[in-house]
């Protein structure tokens, strides 16, 4: 008897708890316009339920949007408490990115990035406002434009003969060239950076994996940010925050000794040839900027700089390197633009580079068919904001599908195959401004670092077609070679690349 008036109490409490929630649900689920279109949703979990499923997020988005959104590429989908949008056009890019620019130029601030990217007073994560335009201002004066990036070249070249070098003592053995590669970019992101390669860099690349794969999964407290009660108990926090102790000692080091080198004097006066930390440093200790340089402030765009210099670079080389070994006639005739440019020579130099118009387009339909971040980083509605007709609501958030986008044959010819030819002659480039190639962005928040990021893809390419001929291990053929997708904000491979190197027959 007892027992049945304890389960009747139960049953009572949580049957109350769930019309109160859903009512609470309901009334924050009202938009004062017409919303998008998209599939039915349940109370409560809105459409989690659809995006459940072992599919990475793009493709799941991909067939969601073809099937419930609006024939101009808007779909709309309630996760749990959070309104989102889905943007899966070339014309809908465009009002999102150019013509509303302003109104989505925010990041929503989702648990991961504040844990991991220490509160979002960086760059890539941070909301829009006075912190966001200092530190890209400075992250681009610094660093990232075309002058600084050319003058890198001496830092590139070293680096690509380390891992030439490497290649040669493995020949005729099968090697990883997913890990080789992710080193190669840490090292050359690192000297470029930030100076010089530090302690814990091996480490960091390995850690950087699983932080992608966490800002880009599914968490309860941003989708039932209300639910506070339930924060501590469901969701990633405390992988997060053990990934974060991890991480925070190696880039405290780095500051610190960057520190001990301003007090002795070795980080001159004059900015000029300095590395970004340096720079910031400095600029911690003399103030005078609108908003202070805080120790978090230079923590946050340092990883800022590793993870987007790194990830999305080494992705786009061993996608590039994948795609060839899958398309033979690519590969070879990419490898006789190469060897025809450069013959007979030992070091390829990179002003020689700009002639190799075939290998750019290359790279170019790399990027089309796997954009590394193919869903851009979320942006967040900062104002209600009516386009075409559907109301997106304050705090909606918007995901442009730059992955889709660049597979859909309204704008592509044959966009499953990889046919780098389609860039020949075409001009359509990656600076933003052609809203069915999007690779780096658009608008405000377009990455700061696409020069950067591309001739850093190119020109090791260029070194890997040159000295080496690469084959498949053993037992794999051209139609049995896995090119599975990883999940996460970026997209690699699923399995590391593995190939052969052999030296060209002369
Ligand atoms: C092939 C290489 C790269 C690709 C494909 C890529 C792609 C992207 C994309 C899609 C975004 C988001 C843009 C948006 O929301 O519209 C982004 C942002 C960003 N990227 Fe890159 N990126 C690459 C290389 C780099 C490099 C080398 C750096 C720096 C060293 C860098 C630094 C950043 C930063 C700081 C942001 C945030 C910008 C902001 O929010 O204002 N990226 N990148």
Redesign the pocket.
């Known amino acids: 008897m007892e027992a049945a008036i304890i389960n009747f109490i139960s049953f009572t409490f949580f049957l109350s708890f769930f019309f109160l929630v859903h009512t609470q649900w309901k009334k924050k689920a009202k938009s004062s316009g017409k919303l998008p279109p998209g599939p039915w949703k349940l109370p409560i979990i809105g459409n989690l339920l659809h995006l459940s499923g072992s599919l990475p997020a793009h493709r799941l988005l991909s067939d969601l949007a073809k099937r419930y959104g609006s024939s101009s590429g808007l779909m709309h989908l309630q996760i749990g408490e959070i309104p989102a949008v889905i943007v899966s056009s070339r014309e809908m890019a465009k009002e999102f990115?150019r013509t509303h620019d302003l109104a989505f130029a925010s990041?929503p601030e989702l648990t991961a990035t504040k844990v991991l990217f220490y509160n979002c007073w960086?760059?890539?994560?941070?909301p829009y406002g006075d912190l966001?335009r200092q530190m890209?201002k400075i992250?681009v004066t610094e660093?990232?434009n075309a002058k600084i990036v050319r003058s890198f070249s001496s830092i590139r070249n070293d680096e690509i003969h380390r891992l030439l070098a490497h290649i040669r003592s493995s020949l005729g053995r099968p090697l990883n060239m997913s890990q080789r590669i992710a080193l190669f970019m840490s090292s050359l992101?690192c000297r470029?950076?930030l100076g010089r390669v530090f302690t814990g860099r091996e480490e960091l690349v390995e850690l950087l994996e699983e932080m992608s794969s966490l800002v880009g999964s599914f968490e309860f407290a941003d989708v039932f940010p209300s639910w506070k009660l339930l924060h501590s108990v469901c969701g990633n926090k405390n992988r997060m925050l053990k990934i974060h102790r991890k991480v925070d000692p190696i880039i405290e080091n780095i500051i610190k000794e960057h520190e001990k080198k301003l007090e002795s004097g070795e980080l001159g006066g004059d900015d000029e040839g300095e590395d970004i930390i340096g720079v910031l440093v400095k600029l911690e200790r003399n103030g005078g900027h609108q908003l202070p340089i805080t120790h978090e402030v230079i923590k946050g765009?340092f990883l800022?700089?590793?993870a987007?210099?790194?990830e999305?670079?080494s992705?786009?080389i061993v996608w590039a390197l994948s795609e060839m070994m899958k398309n033979p006639r690519v590969f070879s005739k990419a490898q006789a633009e190469v060897r025809e440019a450069f013959r007979g020579k030992e070091k390829l130099e990179e002003e020689d580079m700009e002639e190799l118009l075939y290998l750019k387009s290359v790279v170019k339909e790399t990027?089309r068919c796997h954009?590394?971040?193919p869903l851009?980083?979320?942006?967040e509605c900062r104002e209600e904001t009516v386009v075409c007709g559907y109301t997106i609501p304050v705090k909606a958030r918007v995901l442009?599908n730059?992955f889709a986008i660049g597979r859909d044959p309204r704008y592509w010819e044959d966009p499953e195959s990889f046919i780098p030819e389609r860039f020949e002659n075409s001009s359509i480039d990656?600076m933003?401004n052609n809203f069915e190639y999007?690779?780096?962005?658009?608008?405000?928040?377009?990455?700061?670092?696409?020069a950067?990021?591309?001739t850093?893809?190119l020109s090791p390419l260029a070194h890997l077609l040159y000295h080496f001929d690469w084959m498949l291990p053993p037992g794999i053929t051209v139609d049995t070679f896995d090119m599975t997708e990883t999940a996460g904000i970026?997209v690699g491979r699923k399995t590391d690349l593995v190939l052969i190197p052999a030296t060209p027959i002369k």
Do not use: K, M, Q, Y
């Open positions: 990115l990041r960086e760059v890539a994560f941070s966001w890209r992250c660093l990232l992101t470029s950076a765009v800022d700089i590793f987007a210099g790194t999305t670079s992705t786009t990027l954009p590394p971040v851009l980083i979320p942006r442009v730059v990656f933003g999007l690779p780096f962005g658009s608008g405000r928040r377009i990455c700061p670092g696409l950067f990021g591309f850093n893809s970026s």
